[in-house]
């Protein structure tokens, strides 16, 4: 293998201002961000609305789509090693500042996007909290027993009734399957690893009005897709606050990621057996194999990059195909 294959690459993250966003990405992080509501860091992203550039090296300047269509060995040869073929570079991590709640949305899965978006996929993706406040909530899910309540309940605007929220705290992890209706709230931080993917459909938005009129709901498709009964509250959530130091622990295996935790205290090393593994640092700073890391950086293992040595105290959220 070529040396330069054996490189990290670190990218710029791309950000997006909401009217949800808040001011965090600029002041708790360390990111020159476009101005107040910044809502949204799109830190590995190969999306056509948000291309990460690489930041240095031997690619610096390239994008993630770029270099996922140029340099195919670097995320394991999917075109010819007779693996699924994959046609985008197949995961997209964010860190969402949300200061106000946002609208709660549905993702379709694959068999119905595919159907009925074009042939488009459907979306998984899960959520880190990096930070909220005491009390807080995210909504997961609902508290419709069976479809024909689902419908009433959506078709009578009955949200109080139907909206099921879930209290979290800093560190836990929330998987967010295809149908489970879901929503951010205002004053929660988190890290999203997701299928890269754009079908949403928005369920209700708190009647709120956006340049003078309401944003559009998709209510038919939601109740299309939403899963009934939800998945028990209890079944949602995962403490991932505190998990055993120096290795790394698998949060979530699904058939689109794999997201693990790593708290360095000290030191860790491991092979890169993955087709690409991306790292997201969200506390503290270290060293990878002798590099200095720090919070806010985001960054791709390449295929065959080989042995990894962490050390410092830092916490890392690690995402795979
Ligand atoms: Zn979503």
Redesign the pocket.
């Known amino acids: 293998m070529d040396q330069k294959e054996k490189e990290i690459i670190f990218l710029n993250p791309v950000f997006k201002q909401m009217i949800w966003g808040g001011e965090r990405l600029g002041t708790d992080w360390p990111y020159e961000i476009p101005g107040p509501g910044t809502g949204e860091c799109w830190a590995v992203s190969a999306h056509q609305n948000g291309d990460c550039m690489v930041r240095e090296g031997a690619y610096t300047g390239k994008t993630l789509s770029q270099l996922w269509e140029e340099e195919p060995a670097l995320f394991g040869n999917f075109e010819n090693a007779g693996k699924e073929k994959l046609d985008r570079f197949p995961l997209l991590t964010k860190i969402i500042d949300a200061k106000s709640d946002l609208s709660i949305?549905v993702?379709p899965d694959d068999a119905y996007a595919g159907v009925h978006e074009n042939g488009s996929l459907g979306?998984t993706?899960c959520w880190y909290i990096l930070d909220c406040g005491e009390n807080a909530t995210l909504v997961i899910g609902h508290n419709a027993k069976d479809k024909e309540e689902l419908t009433a309940m959506i078709r009578e605007g009955r949200w109080n009734e139907f909206i099921r929220e879930v209290p979290v705290k800093k560190g836990d992890f929330i998987q967010?399957d295809p149908g489970t209706v879901?929503a951010i709230k205002g004053g929660i931080m988190l890290l999203e690893t997701q299928q890269n993917s754009d079908i949403?459909y928005r369920v209700y938005d708190y009647d709120r009005l956006s340049d003078g009129k309401p944003r559009q709901l998709h209510v038919e498709q939601s109740i299309d897709v939403i899963t009934v009964p939800a998945k028990p509250a209890a079944e949602c959530v995962k403490d991932a606050a505190d998990m055993p130091k120096n290795q790394k622990n698998l949060l979530i295996s699904c058939p689109y990621y794999k997201v693990w935790k790593i708290d360095v205290t000290d030191q860790v090393s491991f092979a890169q057996e993955h087709p690409f593994l991306i790292m997201s640092v969200i506390a503290g700073d270290g060293l990878i194999n002798g590099q200095l890391i720090k919070k806010g950086d985001h960054f791709i293992l390449p295929c065959g990059y080989g042995e990894v040595a962490l050390q410092g105290q830092m916490e890392i959220i690690a995402a795979s195909i």
């Open positions: 949305q993702h979306k993706e967010i879901h949403t």
